[in-house]
């Protein structure tokens, strides 16, 4: 299992990022994939999943209304859309998916500052 992060960066606040996970190792079909982040001395915060077939997306509050996550089977990717981006979600964001195990790959970092 194999998940790959990228789409990080440094954003205004106000300001919009893609993330992107690109999965392999495991029949990308039959899992539901998530998002979590974690911000500089916290803990890690799941941040919204999305089920195997793309038909229920769930969010945690802080997001709603600003954040999309969507998923390509034909890509084997799923995409995390963050609009309207505030100074507190500076974060690292990790892709996870539960293959017999939690897995988790190696995040990517999200700074929103002027």
């Known amino acids: 299992v194999q998940l790959v992060e990228s789409g990080g960066g440094l954003v205004q606040p106000g300001g919009s990022l893609r993330l992107s996970c690109a999965a392999s190792?495991?029949?990308?079909?039959?899992?539901?994939l998530s998002w979590y982040r974690q911000a500089p001395g916290k803990g890690r915060e799941w941040v919204a999943s999305?089920?195997?077939?793309?038909?229920?997306?769930n969010y945690v509050d802080s997001v709603k209304g600003r954040f999309t996550i969507s998923g390509d089977n034909a890509k084997n990717t799923v995409d995390l859309r963050m609009n309207s981006l505030k100074p507190e979600d500076t974060a690292v964001y990790y892709c996870?998916?539960?293959?017999?195990?939690?897995?988790w790959g190696q995040g990517t970092q999200v700074t929103v500052s002027s």
């Open positions: 190792g495991f029949p990308f079909r039959v899992y539901g």
């Open positions: 999305i089920s195997s077939t793309g038909g229920t997306t």
């Open positions: 996870s998916v539960v293959v017999l195990q939690v897995r």
